[in-house]
């Protein structure tokens, strides 16, 4: 690993979307407007429970799939996938208290 290089691009990081599904590059759309890989256009999200304990609505918008919890208000795909990975992964664990 090369140290000191910056590995993060800024540039075009909004227009590269990944299939939530199986991380490759998303080239297809679902009908919930959702970015996939060709291999999943057919996949539907799984419901994801916000850290308030409530079900997020997804919704498809003008720049992309976004969610909205009646407590919390909208959030961007990104912070939905980590709302799902932490709500999913410990489903029954103390959730983290801000
Ligand atoms: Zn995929
Ligand atoms: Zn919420």
Redesign the pocket.
């Known amino acids: 690993m090369m140290r000191g290089f910056p590995t993060k691009k800024v540039y075009g990081q909004s227009k590269l979307s990944t299939c939530p599904f199986c991380s490759r590059s998303a080239t297809q759309k679902t009908e919930t407007g959702l970015e996939v890989c060709h291999r999943h256009t057919n996949e539907q999200l799984q419901e994801i429970k ?3 304990g ?1 079900w997020l609505e997804q919704r498809a918008g003008k720049y992309g799939p976004y969610f909205n ?1 009646l ?2 208000g909208n959030l961007n795909f990104g912070k939905a996938m980590e709302i799902k990975a932490l709500t999913s992964g410990m489903a029954e664990r103390k959730r983290p208290i801000p």
Request: charge should be positive; charged fraction near 15%.
């Open positions: 916000c850290t308030c409530r919890c407590n919390c």
